[in-house]
Nanobody
Framework: QVQLAESGGGLVQAGGSLRLSCAAS??????MGWFRQAPGKEREFVAA????????TSADSVKGRFTISKVNVKNTVYLQMNSLKPEDTAVYYC????????????????????WGKGTLVTVSS
């Protein structure tokens, strides 16, 4: 069983920055990603990084503002969020996928086997 521990959420003003972290238990490497769910909305994909850490993909709504990265030796994935907007307010979930190649970057909830408990990001206007 893989455990994911997120940290880094909080309250920030519009235009500000936050960095989320997610540490995965165990020694196996995983493709990892971030999803978010705003109140009254469905969970949506934010960004993902391949098992190798060399391939990333992100949603159009965050391109140019959010950057996902992975440090394999720590089995930790980061989400650097800049130029935050009130519409970025959501609970952010870290997720991990066991399958796929070294270059696999999952983009849907169904591709992920493990989930963190989530961390709240609130962006005030």
């Amino acid at each position: 069983q893989v455990q994911l521990a997120e940290s880094g959420g909080g309250l920030v003003q519009a235009g500000g920055s936050l960095r989320l972290s997610c540490a995965a238990s165990g020694r196996s490497r995983y493709a990892m990603g971030w999803f978010r769910q705003a109140p009254g909305k469905e969970r949506e994909f934010v960004a993902a990084v391949s098992r190798s850490g060399g391939i990333t993909t992100s949603a159009d709504s965050v391109k140019g503002r959010f950057t996902i990265s992975k440090v394999n030796v720590k089995n930790t994935v980061y989400l650097q969020m800049n130029s935050l907007k009130p519409e970025d307010t959501a609970v952010y979930y870290c997720a991990a996928a066991l399958g796929g190649t070294e270059y696999y970057t999952p983009r849907t909830s169904g591709d992920m086997e493990y989930w963190g408990k989530g961390t709240l990001v609130t962006v005030s206007s």
